[in-house]
């Protein structure tokens, strides 16, 4: 039964917004997790999610607090060991070994509904959560001392924060009135499940194009899920052609590292954007993940980046609590976006570089690229740095991931 009061009211039950809700509860503060519907409980062990995301070793350590890791690891979640990122043959590659570390592999590639449904039975057992099924906001008033939910039926609903993980299209960013910037990459994801004719070998392959990278995500031994960034209208293309057309296309992109693919399912297509809230908080009112930023998925980085924003909130909320201040004041959430804005927004810029860099034509800098990828290769002081980047090392970690 929901109250009419709570700690943390959190509108979004996704992987951010239901590990962000879980997360308060284990903390003991009162929660109420606001979603349209109950996320998917149930599916056919012969399909695949064609949402995926690359998991941090942080994201694991997060997850694995929480409780939901071995749920997860129940299902399915697919380790790998190496990652090679290419342009040009032999020259223009390197090769990330999670060994080189002395790592059992550089993280892990999980379906999303993987990820949500975990989260989501851990938040049906908690104690301290209601969940708000099918309701649609309508309003938000926020101050310091407590926040108002208003829905469309008439009830509201008081909180000390009300947390927005609500997506890009953040209802909870857009109410309490704070500005979105957004730059179009003019750039559309191509994404489908794909069968490898020689298995993925625990790599992930990632080959920069001049329209955008295609990236290779292993999802079992001989499947892997893709990601190919390209045009608009070059992904209307690959939408629009035949299975045997887009098999041979894909199979041509990867230049055969893995053999023959097979498109296994159907394909889809959304468009690339950068987003960045000019804000994350205000009083009584905290957003989360891609609510408060949205990067290229060329790195893969943006739930590793969500868990973080959780990670850090939660810290700033049990000190907070720990030292009888007003969850929802100013100050107090000002910690959390400190915390976190500066690190997004260099996260989201050097994703920038990176496509700016390798999107560009000019044959000088595509010889220097290929020298620089071919070095990194070649120095193990350059490729260990990239192979902790890729394991979520470097960052200060929230201490909720370190309890």
Same mark, same amino acid.
Request: aromatic letters at 14%; a negative charge.
């Given at each position: 039964m929901v109250k009419s009061r709570y700690d943390i009211a959190v509108v979004g039950g996704g992987m951010v917004g239901a590990s962000c809700a879980l997360a308060a509860a284990q903390q003991g503060l009162q929660v109420l997790l606001v979603e349209r519907e109950r996320p998917l409980a149930e599916w056919s062990a012969e399909s695949f999610d064609l949402r995926v995301s690359a998991l941090t070793r942080t994201s694991q350590q997060?997850? !694995?607090?929480l409780g939901a890791w071995p749920l997860m690891a129940g299902q399915r979640i697919t380790p790998y060991r190496d990652m090679c990122v290419w342009e040009r043959e032999v020259l223009g590659e390197v090769t990330f070994h999670a060994a080189d570390l002395g790592e059992p592999d550089l993280g892990h590639i999980v379906e999303n509904r993987v990820i949500t449904h975990a989260l989501w039975r851990l938040i049906e057992q908690a104690a301290h959560i209601d969940v708000c099924l099918g309701k649609e906001i309508v309003g938000l008033e926020h101050s310091d001392q407590a926040s108002t939910l208003a829905f469309t039926d008439g009830q509201h609903i008081q909180a000390s924060v009300i947390v927005g993980a609500d997506g890009a299209k953040s209802q909870v960013r857009e109410l309490a009135g704070i500005p979105c910037h957004m730059q179009d990459y003019q750039q559309r994801a191509v994404v489908? #499940? +794909?069968e490898t004719q020689q298995g993925n070998v625990g #790599?992930?392959?990632?080959?920069f194009m001049p329209t955008g990278p295609l990236a290779l995500l292993p999802v079992t031994q001989h499947f892997f $899920?893709? +990601?190919? $960034?390209t045009t608009p209208t070059q992904a209307e293309t690959l939408l629009q052609m035949s299975a045997e057309d887009f098999n041979q296309a894909l199979t041509e992109a990867s230049q055969k590292r893995c053999g023959d693919l097979t498109l296994r399912g159907k394909r889809v297509a959304f468009p690339l954007r950068k987003q960045t809230a000019a804000a994350y908080i205000k009083p009584g009112v905290a957003l989360l993940g891609d609510a408060a930023h949205v990067i290229h998925p060329l790195a893969g980085q943006g739930v590793n980046l969500?868990?973080? !924003? +959780?990670?850090a909130l939660i810290d700033v909320l049990h000190h907070a609590r720990m030292h009888h201040e007003p969850l929802g004041r100013l100050g107090v959430l000002r910690r959390y976006e400190r915390a976190r804005k500066g690190y997004n927004q260099t996260v989201q810029m050097a994703m920038d570089g990176f496509k700016q860099l390798f999107g560009n034509t000019n044959p000088a800098l595509y010889a220097l690229r290929n020298l620089g990828l071919g070095l990194t290769g070649r120095i193990p002081v350059l490729r260990q740095q990239f192979e902790r980047m890729a394991l979520g090392q470097g960052v200060e970690l929230p201490d909720f991931v370190k309890r």
């Open positions: 997060l997850l !694995d607090q489908a #499940t +794909v #790599t992930a392959w990632q080959r $899920s893709i +990601v190919w $960034s969500g868990f973080l !924003d +959780v990670g």
